[in-house]
């Protein structure tokens, strides 16, 4: 496993990392979490990622219970949560990035998990109402007090990321050194556009999500949805269209004899695209068994089989979609 700076910051992740986004809970119980989070640590994994929106705080429970199992020694691992949306039905407790939901969503998270400290934490989305110095402020202190280590922005705008950095830079506070976006062969532009600018001069780590498009790129969902497969699960209707889109079908069938020609899965052609962006920290993959792990992990020998030439050639087809 190689592992890379995140952004500017002293740690490394591991460029293939693991989040329990719709598989912790609906999918999978402590048993299996442990199974699988067992074999991505064995190999080299050294992140997990989690939110607390994630089956209402099942998730943290779950990946929690599966740590302490397993006995890992807390040095030689990394686990994040996320907070914004909320999971108590009450004003200040939703959608926000309150001063005082903060505060109580990281404690409450920590004792789901069953642990003092996360290593990251992130504001899930951007808050237009709370003023942005309530919040730089409030994570800050969380970071000051311990609570975390870093902080950091998922699917905020170059914008929003900017000022935020300018109260922290402004007030001596620690400022946000991660983002969180989307990043796949068919969800580019936020990373490769939007943010070009804010990584070279902030040197802001990214740690991306949905490197398969929810399953999408590795072409499961070329002839329907499968039994069993995310977008069957009830809750997750809104998905349905998006997975079973003609044109990124299409998109897919296109890519499929490159990765052929690589000896690679097209799930593994997806993935290793992402790492050869070197403004990645880490691709964080998503499984819902062990087998599906173990095929993604093996997206480490990929990138080095992307050449220029097959790079360009990708990039042709993407973008004439
Ligand atoms: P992917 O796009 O890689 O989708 C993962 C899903 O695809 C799996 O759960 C499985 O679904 C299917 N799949 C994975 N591998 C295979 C395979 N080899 N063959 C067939 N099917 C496969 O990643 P996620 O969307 O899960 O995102 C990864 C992580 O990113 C999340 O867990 C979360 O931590 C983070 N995230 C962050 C967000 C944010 O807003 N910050 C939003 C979303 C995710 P199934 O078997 O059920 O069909």
């Known amino acids: 496993m190689n592992y890379r700076r995140l952004g500017r910051a002293g740690i490394k992740v591991s460029e293939l990392s693991f989040g329990s986004w719709v598989t ?28 607390e929106a994630y089956s209402s705080g099942e998730s943290e429970r779950i990946m929690g219970a599966a740590i302490a199992q397993l006995g890992w020694p807390r040095h030689s691992y990394l686990v994040s949560s996320k907070f914004y949306w ?8 939703r959608f926000t990035l309150n001063r005082k939901y903060l505060i109580e969503a990281v404690n409450a998270s920590l004792e789901r998990f069953g642990l003092d400290h996360l290593d990251l934490i992130y504001c899930h989305r951007p808050d237009a109402e709370t003023p942005i110095e309530e919040t730089v402020y409030t994570m800050h202190e969380l970071v000051a007090e311990h609570k975390a280590h870093y902080w950091g922005t998922s699917e905020w705008s170059a914008d929003e ?30 990373v490769e556009v939007e943010y070009k600018r804010l990584l070279d001069e902030e ?8 490197p398969l498009a929810s399953g999408l790129l590795t072409g499961k969902y070329a002839n329907g949805i499968p039994a069993g497969s995310r977008a069957s699960l009830p809750g997750y209707e809104w998905l349905k269209e998006m997975l079973t889109d003609p044109k990124a079908a299409s998109i897919v069938k296109q890519l499929e004899p490159i990765a052929k020609q690589l000896d690679l899965t097209m799930g593994q052609l997806a993935i290793g695209w992402c790492l050869a962006n070197p403004q990645v920290s ?6 819902s068994n062990r087998a599906q792990l173990e095929e ?13 030439e097959i790079q360009d050639n990708i990039r042709k087809i993407l973008e004439a979609k």
């Open 24 to 51: 912790f809970g609906p999918q999978i119980g402590v048993g299996e979490a442990t199974e699988i989070l067992g074999y991505a640590y064995e190999q080299g994994v050294n992140f997990f990622d989690n939110a």
């Open 86 to 93: 909320g999971i108590h039905d009450t004003v200040n407790a």
């Open 161 to 190: 990321i900017r000022a935020a950095i300018a109260v922290a830079r402004e007030h001596h506070l620690h400022a946000p050194v991660v983002e969180q976006p989307e990043y796949n062969m068919l969800t580019r532009a936020k």
């Open 203 to 210: 040197g802001i780590g990214l740690t991306t999500w949905s």
């Open 282 to 287: 880490t691709v964080i993959l998503g499984a």
């Open 296 to 308: 993604n992990l093996g997206a480490q020998a990929a990138h080095e089989r992307l050449t220029p």
